[in-house]
């Protein structure tokens, strides 16, 4: 079974502009979740979809979104880039939202921003 | 809201055991998890704990004390491949909250 994809691994833009990642999770898995890696804050939780809703949201500013497709494909977007949202984002999926199954992780975007 | 502390860095050496700490505060309880994450690469699931008590898996075993908000993972017959940082996270009681990680500990094994 493939792992989570995650599309793209690099990523470098400039302030004020904006991005979307992409995230596919494993087959049959329904929840996806986003979080924001760090090195002076390690995993910070941006977002947690299920069955095309969003069920949790951390607390991030409302230049982060995201959504969750049909096929349970997830994608984020950051608008007006700051220099502070250089990080890894790294993506994880489940079965279902909110069990005790644990989280497989993508291997990240590394997002750069100058 | 949810605490969980580890402490940043330990350095071991190769052969030998090491217990990595975890404490967290939070309004309920549902789960403990171990995450570890070599440089660069993603988060890959080690133990899961729910009941006190010791879950052991091969080399790696992780224990839960529930009353004291305390876990630690272990890591015996120390490898180099062993060195990596190593994720804390809980779940609290409402089933439904996200998965909550600690900062985590980097981990040196040396020779």
């Known amino acids: 079974k493939a792992g989570v994809t995650q599309t793209p691994r690099y990523l470098i833009k400039t302030r004020g502009q904006q991005v979307t990642l992409s995230c596919s999770p494993i087959?049959?898995?329904?929840?996806v979740s986003w979080y924001q890696q760090t090195p002076g804050q390690g995993l910070q939780f941006l977002f947690e979809?299920?069955?095309?809703?969003?069920?949790n949201k951390g607390n991030f500013p409302g230049r982060f979104s995201g959504r969750q497709f049909s096929n349970s494909r997830s994608e984020m977007n950051v608008s007006t880039l700051e220099l502070g949202d250089s990080a890894l984002y790294l993506c994880?999926?489940?079965?279902?939202?909110?069990?005790?199954?644990?989280?497989?992780f993508g291997n990240g975007t590394r997002l750069t921003v100058t | 809201g949810q605490n969980i502390d580890q402490p940043t860095e330990m350095t071991a050496t190769e052969g030998a055991i090491v217990q990595i700490n975890c404490t967290y505060q939070?309004?309920?309880?549902?789960?403990l998890f171990w995450y570890q994450q070599h440089a660069g690469e993603a988060p890959t699931f080690l133990s899961y704990?729910?009941?006190?008590g010791l879950e052991e898996k091969g080399r790696f075993s992780s224990f839960l004390s529930r009353s004291k908000g305390y876990s630690y993972l272990l890591l015996k017959e120390l490898q180099m491949k062993d060195s990596a940082s190593y994720l804390c996270a809980v779940r609290d009681n409402s089933g439904n909250t996200p998965l909550v990680f600690g900062k985590g500990t980097r981990l040196s094994v040396i020779a």
């Open positions: 994880a999926s489940s079965p279902f939202q909110g069990n005790n199954s644990p989280l497989h």
């Open positions: 939070t309004s309920g309880f549902n789960g």
């Open positions: 704990n729910v009941l006190d």
């Open positions: 087959s049959g898995h329904r929840s």
């Open positions: 979809y299920f069955s095309e809703t969003q069920r």
